[in-house]
């Protein structure tokens, strides 16, 4: 050390981001990379691959043709939701007006409660919350319709047990209330929980996905915002 000279101490970066799906890759690929320090491990069912024919951002996304396709990531404990979260996707969905398809669902583990995210026919993105009482879930926020063939940018935000959802920026529904902490092992991408092996456009999303990002213990959103121009950073 050279005298007169401090050490600089740089605290190491703050995890952030619990999972983070970019999905970058050669298009057709199947393989679904965690871009998170936790590097989660990623399932899939059907041909759901990556596509280079559209993107958000970084020339590439997801796409699942609404028979068999999803993505899943079971772990033990970094998929619990305790207290303040966020998870947000861009989506682009096709037309489907007969057919209700989920999109994100984060139930799971030792009981059935969580929320999920489900396009109606009306292609309207459906908030549920389930408590695990035995009525199943419960609709809580209804967005506009969606364009089909339009990137969207969706959000779920918890802050001091207050729930907000957002597309493109702009809260829709009412906030509501819940400071139950989720204890989920389960993410399911395309598909609800218990039913992977379920074949059928009722229960399988059609379309494209990008940038799907989940933050445990942090609310990014707690008022209408504009959706960031740049595709996530794992420290961010």
């Given at each position: ?78 998929l619990k939701l305790p207290g303040d979260f966020t998870c947000e996707g861009r989506m682009r ?97 395309g598909t609800f929980v218990g039913e992977r092996d379920i074949g059928g456009p009722d229960h ?15 609310a990014r959103y707690t008022a209408n915002f504009t959706p960031g121009g740049s595709a996530f950073?794992?420290?961010?």
């Amino acid at each position: 050390m050279y005298p007169g000279i401090i050490p600089k101490i740089v605290a190491p970066p703050q995890k952030k981001a619990t999972m983070l799906l970019h999905f970058d890759g050669a298009n057709g690929s199947q393989v679904f990379v965690d871009s998170s320090l936790n590097n989660l491990a990623m399932g899939f069912g059907g041909n759901v691959q990556i596509d280079t024919s559209t993107s958000v951002f970084g020339g590439s996304c997801c796409t699942f043709d609404g028979v068999g396709d999803y993505l899943y990531c079971d772990h033990p404990t970094a998929l619990k939701l305790p207290g303040d979260f966020t998870c947000e996707g861009r989506m682009r969905c096709t037309a489907e007006t007969t057919n209700s398809r989920p999109v994100f669902d984060m139930r799971g583990g030792t009981n059935n409660a969580g929320f999920f995210v489900n396009l109606n026919p009306s292609e309207q993105l459906d908030i549920y919350i389930d408590a695990n009482d035995g009525a199943g879930g419960v609709k809580r926020a209804t967005s506009g319709t969606l364009t089909a063939g339009t990137w969207y940018h969706w959000a779920i935000c918890r802050a001091s047990g207050v729930i907000r959802c957002f597309l493109n920026g702009t809260q829709f529904g009412s906030n509501f209330s819940t400071s139950v902490a989720w204890d989920s092992t389960s993410l399911n991408i395309g598909t609800f929980v218990g039913e992977r092996d379920i074949g059928g456009p009722d229960h399988k999303y059609k379309g494209n996905m990008d940038e799907i990002r989940i933050s445990n213990n942090l609310a990014r959103y707690t008022a209408n915002f504009t959706p960031g121009g740049s595709a996530f950073d794992r420290y961010d």
